[in-house]
């Protein structure tokens, strides 16, 4: 059984910083692509970055560009968002998802595996 557990997320103030971690069990893990989401109360969850299996080739959103960075331990089955200069539109939950073999993508029906989630709050 694939599960996928995030952990790492908080409170923070305005311009701080965050790691999530995800931990996967069950798969190969350097199969395939992940990727990192979040939802805010009320909106539509939206890709924040994604990596490929190998780690080779990383993917963001403009909004996160330069400051968050996607990276992966294939050697712990772990992958790793840091999360820079935070701002208050970046409070969200925060999932980990298992993407397609190999590469990774933008959109969340090519996810098909999800975390239960890990609450980021950036507040002062």
């Known amino acids: 059984q694939v599960q996928l557990v995030e952990s790492g997320g908080g409170l923070v103030q305005p311009g701080g910083s965050l790691r999530l971690s995800c931990a996967a069990s069950?798969?190969?893990?350097?199969?395939?692509?992940m990727g990192w989401f979040r939802q805010a109360p009320g909106k539509e969850r939206e890709f924040v970055a994604g990596?490929?299996?190998?780690?080779?080739?990383?993917q963001y959103a403009d909004s996160v560009k330069g400051r968050f960075t996607i990276s992966r331990d294939n050697a712990k089955s772990t992958v790793h968002l840091q999360l820079d200069s935070l701002k208050p539109e970046d409070t969200a939950v925060y999932y980990c998802a298992r993407g397609p073999p190999a590469g990774s993508g933008t959109s969340r029906f090519q996810y098909a595996i999800w975390g239960q989630g890990t609450q980021v709050t950036v507040s002062s």
């Open positions: 069950g798969l190969t893990f350097s199969y395939y692509g």
């Open positions: 990596i490929s299996g190998s780690g080779g080739r990383t």
